[in-house]
């Protein structure tokens, strides 16, 4: 009977494992501004995970915590009341005592550490990937509780890995960023653009949009001192020259300086007026 209880207790505490696993990659997958829309809509338990996403390092010790202590007493709970629940089936197979007791502890220790895997581990784990925010507001809370309650000890082991990660030149930070970089954005438009979720014409504006920021002045515009110009008095001919001497095609037009820019002049303009007429146009007339 006693082995019986000690089982059941084990697999409960398997079931907190997997509370704290949940918690654990929840935390860290959710998208913090869906949290927050939530928040703001009254979702229960979403409050609650927001405030545990904004001490994620802290809540993400509370549950390293939790995950080592409840593996330490499954296991040490969970071997020993299966190896004695099964060592009567296995001494009927004709083992003596010793060996039937060597072999029940082998099976009792891999069949506690397969279901403490599965059930306290991977399906938590998964789950939490699948569905961040879901598991987020029903674990968020009752992980901020058991932090909270031993909250001294884990400040104590934070602050001597937040010590040990300063030693490397490292800042410790307390919540994950939620912007997303330049880089993932254009990863995002391309992924959308090819899953047909965003027209391509769209996607690729919206990468030389971003590809922008990387520019400065001096990037995309031409110093002053550089700037070919003509005079608004200059005929087509004259475009039709600078267009040969300086491969450009677009030139400012200016009246008396170039403080005065009065428009541009294109060289497909001048490839519009008969070549015998160019002399006699001027470049005014082609503004």
Not at 46 to 66: D, I, M, P
Request: proline share 4%; aromatic share 4%.
């Amino acid at each position: 009977m006693t082995e019986v209880l000690l089982l059941v207790v084990a697999i409960v505490l398997s079931l907190a494992c997997g509370a704290f696993v949940a918690a654990e990659f929840s935390l860290t997958t959710v998208e913090r501004g869906e949290l927050e829309r939530a928040a703001e809509r009254g979702e229960r338990g979403a409050a609650g995970a927001l405030r545990a996403v904004r001490s994620l390092t802290f809540q993400l010790s509370g549950a390293q915590l939790g995950i080592t202590v409840t593996n330490l007493v499954v296991g040490m709970l969970a071997q020993s009341s299966v190896a004695k629940l099964i060592r009567g089936p296995v001494e009927a197979v004709g083992l003596s005592p010793s060996v039937a007791s060597s072999v029940a502890l082998v099976i009792g220790t891999a069949l506690s550490t397969v279901f403490l895997m599965v059930v306290g581990e991977l399906v938590p784990k998964n789950w939490a990937i699948s569905s961040p925010l879901a598991v987020a507001k029903v674990v968020g809370t009752p992980q901020r509780c058991f932090s909270s309650a031993f909250r001294p000890f884990i400040r104590h082991l934070n602050n001597t890995a937040n010590r040990i990660v300063r030693g490397f030149g490292l800042e410790p930070i307390e919540e994950l960023a939620s912007a997303r970089s330049p880089q993932e954005l254009v990863a995002l438009a391309w992924h959308s653009a090819k899953e047909g979720a965003l027209e391509q014409d769209t996607a690729e504006l919206f990468v030389r949009t971003l590809s922008l920021a990387g520019l400065t002045a001096e990037n995309v515009m031409t110093p002053r001192v550089r700037v070919m110009a003509l005079d608004e008095r200059a005929t087509a001919e004259d475009v039709a020259n600078a267009t040969r001497a300086s491969g450009l095609s677009r030139f400012p037009v200016y009246r008396d300086s170039l403080d005065t820019v009065v428009g541009i002049a294109h060289i497909k303009d001048v490839l519009a007026v008969p070549a015998a007429g160019r002399p006699r146009r001027t470049v005014a007339e082609l503004l």
